[in-house]
């Protein structure tokens, strides 16, 4: 099983929510609150026989652990897990040693995010969409219709005032910067699967 969030960004082209939180302190250590919501369709897929390739998505605890026995100086605070009438809800907290074990879970790959600088002053960009959508009127529509009610939300808490760019691939600007110690987004997930020109969020401290 790959780690989590390179597997989750790929797999928002699914009935999929997410909601990513990372709490930073000054030395790089930090809490990483975690919560993704599965359609209970998508979710009965993988387990249909011949499947199982399908159900990927760590969705149990011991899915958690096991990736973070991999991965050096991460620990869970906490998980659980429940349903609703539409989808089953998976939330987890995880601490964290330093901004490089952060990334190893975020992005194994390193192809979704990247890093600059350090825990006194650096910059994390999240890709949340690489754009180029098929730009099919009949198929923007049936995806519109089965993401409705999704959404992604990214958010950081900083020890001081910080920024957050949300912008394109080119670099334009999507939104206005964003300015403080807290600093989220929040776009829905038809947003995201209909981008032309990519999502990108980037967090600098």
Same mark, same amino acid.
């Given at each position: 099983?790959?780690?989590?969030?390179?597997?989750?960004?790929?797999?928002?082209?699914?009935?999929?929510?997410?909601?990513?939180?990372?709490?930073?302190?000054?030395?790089?250590?930090?809490?990483?609150?975690?919560?993704?919501?599965?359609?209970?369709?998508?979710?009965?897929?993988?387990?249909?026989?011949?499947?199982?390739?399908?159900? @990927?998505?760590?969705? /149990?605890? $011991? !899915?958690?652990?096991?990736? +973070?026995?991999? &991965?050096?100086?991460?620990?869970?605070? %906490?998980?659980?897990?429940?349903?609703?009438?539409?989808?089953?809800?998976?939330?987890?907290?995880?601490?964290?040693?330093?901004?490089?074990?952060?990334?190893?879970?975020?992005?194994?790959?390193?192809?979704?995010?990247?890093?600059?600088?350090?825990?006194?002053?650096?910059?994390?960009?999240? @890709?949340?969409?690489? /754009?180029? $959508? !098929?730009?099919?009127?009949? +198929?923007?529509? &049936?995806?519109?219709?089965?993401?409705? %009610?999704?959404?992604?939300?990214?958010?950081?808490?900083?020890?001081?005032?910080?920024?957050?760019?949300?912008?394109?691939?080119?670099?334009?600007?999507?939104?206005?910067?964003?300015?403080?110690?807290?600093?989220?987004?929040?776009?829905?997930?038809?947003?995201?699967?209909?981008?032309?020109?990519?999502?990108?969020?980037?967090?600098?401290?």
């Amino acid at each position: 099983m790959i780690t989590l969030i390179c597997l989750l960004f790929p797999l928002l082209n699914s009935c999929f929510g997410l909601n990513m939180d990372i709490t930073l302190n000054k030395n790089g250590s930090g809490i990483l609150s975690l919560e993704y919501r599965i359609s209970k369709l998508l979710d009965s897929l993988g387990k249909l026989e011949g499947n199982e390739r399908w159900n @990927t998505i760590p969705a /149990g605890k $011991a !899915d958690f652990e096991r990736t +973070l026995s991999r &991965l050096p100086g991460l620990k869970m605070l %906490s998980f659980s897990s429940r349903e609703d009438q539409k989808d089953v809800i998976i939330s987890s907290k995880i601490e964290f040693g330093s901004i490089k074990a952060l990334m190893a879970f975020v992005d194994a790959s390193g192809g979704r995010s990247s890093l600059q600088g350090d825990p006194g002053s650096g910059s994390l960009r999240l @890709t949340l969409s690489e /754009g180029a $959508a !098929d730009g099919n009127p009949a +198929l923007l529509q &049936l995806i519109k219709e089965i993401s409705t %009610s999704y959404s992604v939300d990214l958010s950081m808490s900083l020890q001081s005032e910080g920024s957050l760019d949300i912008v394109d691939n080119s670099g334009i600007p999507l939104e206005q910067q964003k300015r403080g110690k807290k600093l989220s987004c929040s776009f829905p997930l038809y947003t995201v699967l209909s981008s032309q020109n990519g999502i990108n969020a980037v967090f600098r401290w």
